[in-house]
């Protein structure tokens, strides 16, 4: 079956940095738009970053961008999300998701698979 895990959360001063992985099995990675979504308690996932099968194009959420950069290495079946100058709002628990054929936009609704996620803690 399709596994998406997270790894790489933590806690981190403000200004800090941290690296999110995401490794995939039971898919054709290379066929897949992969994403970042944000969970804070009592609101819906929020879109942060996303790329396209061969990382032709990536799209960030307003919030993030030039800070965060997403990658992916279709060898490895690996996606990560590297996180410079965290602010306290970037608090809460990090997903990876999947979307088939996908166009990488951020849309909750388009991602077929997601991952249990991990926590990122951001002490001001």
């Known amino acids: 079956q399709v596994q998406l895990v997270e790894s790489g959360g933590g806690v981190v001063q403000a200004g800090g940095s941290l690296r999110l992985s995401c490794a995939a099995s039971?898919?054709?990675?290379?066929?897949?738009?992969m994403a970042w979504f944000r969970q804070v308690p009592g609101k819906e996932r929020e879109f942060q970053a996303a790329?396209?099968?061969?990382?032709?194009?990536?799209n960030y959420a307003d919030s993030v961008k030039d800070r965060f950069t997403v990658s992916r290495d279709n060898g490895e079946n690996m996606v990560w999300l590297q996180m410079n100058s965290l602010k306290a709002e970037d608090t809460g628990v990090y997903f990876c998701a999947a979307d088939r054929w996908g166009l990488g936009d951020g849309l909750r609704g388009s991602y077929e698979y997601w991952g249990r996620g991990t926590q990122v803690i951001v002490s001001s």
């Open positions: 039971g898919l054709t990675f290379k066929n897949y738009a």
């Open positions: 790329i396209v099968w061969n990382g032709g194009r990536v």
